[in-house]
T-cell receptor, first 112, second 118 residues
Framework: GEDVEQSLFLSVREGDSSVINCTYT??????LYWYKQEPGAGLQLLTY?????DMKQDQRLTVLLNKKDKHLSLRIADTQTGDSAIYFC????????????FGRGTSLIVHP | DTGVSQDPRHKITKRGQNVTFRCDPI?????LYWYRQTLGQGPEFLTY????????KSRLLSDRFSAERPKGSFSTLEIQRTEQGDSAMYLC????????????????FGEGSRLTVL
């Protein structure tokens, strides 16, 4: 079955880069996602990467995918206090239902 | 705003009572998902619908849990004979079919319905 693992907490200083890591077990994953959840709000897609890509950059966000090691990372450049939230890694297997499996989430705390 | 809406946002009930949550998805979305989220955990998949068909329900936590989407629009999630362990946030999400147009498989989530069982 699918399993997605993330570290639970990350604390950074404002202006620094943040790197949130995720490992997954399903080698047939087609899509890999990063969702953001702010307090009292629903999850919102931040970015995604297809499994045939190694890297994706979107403004301050860089996603790196190492398929061999089944490792996904999200780098946030110039982290701001507004980036404080819980970040969830998710993967969707190929071949049918495309139901995302989520990790436990990494709580990012940005200090001024 | 025509995002996913859930009702009620918060429900407090006594053990043994039945509760029902409603989800209104984004209108053009075929798929509707229910997830459960407990403190410190990620969303845990429960069930999903494609239009009015419930295509996966083996992950519903027990036979006390049931979901419907009678006309392929809104959905309800019912929990019968609630237990304290049912206390959680129940999330609804919707999406278009993967592979349809430029769909990336993104789920659009509501803000959740928080259940507290006393």
């Amino acid at each position: 079955g699918e399993d997605v693992e993330q570290s639970l907490f990350l604390s950074v200083r404002e202006g620094d880069s943040s790197v949130i890591n995720c490992t997954y077990t399903d080698s047939s994953s087609t899509y890999l996602y990063w969702y953001k959840q702010e307090p009292g709000a629903g999850l919102q897609l931040l970015t995604y990467i297809f499994s045939n890509m190694d890297m994706k950059q979107d403004q301050r966000l860089t996603v790196l995918l190492n398929k061999k090691d089944k490792h996904l990372s999200l780098r946030i450049a110039d982290t701001q206090t507004g980036d404080s939230a819980i970040y969830f890694c998710a993967e969707t297997p190929s071949g049918g239902s495309y139901i995302p499996t989520f990790g436990r989430g990494t709580s990012l705390i940005v200090h001024p | 705003d025509t995002g996913v809406s859930q009702d009620p946002r918060h429900k407090i009930t006594k053990r043994g009572q039945n509760v029902t949550f409603r989800c209104d998805p984004i209108s053009e979305h075929n798929r509707l998902y229910w997830y459960r989220q407990t403190l410190g955990q990620g969303p845990e998949f429960l069930t999903y619908f494609q239009n009015e068909a419930q295509l996966e329900k083996s992950r519903l936590l027990s036979d006390r849990f049931s979901a419907e989407r009678p006309k392929g629009s809104f959905s309800t999630l019912e929990i019968q004979r609630t237990e304290q362990g049912d206390s959680a946030m129940y999330l609804c999400a919707s999406s278009t079919l993967v592979g349809q147009g430029a769909n990336t498989g993104e789920l659009f989530f509501g803000e959740g319905s928080r259940l507290t069982v006393l």
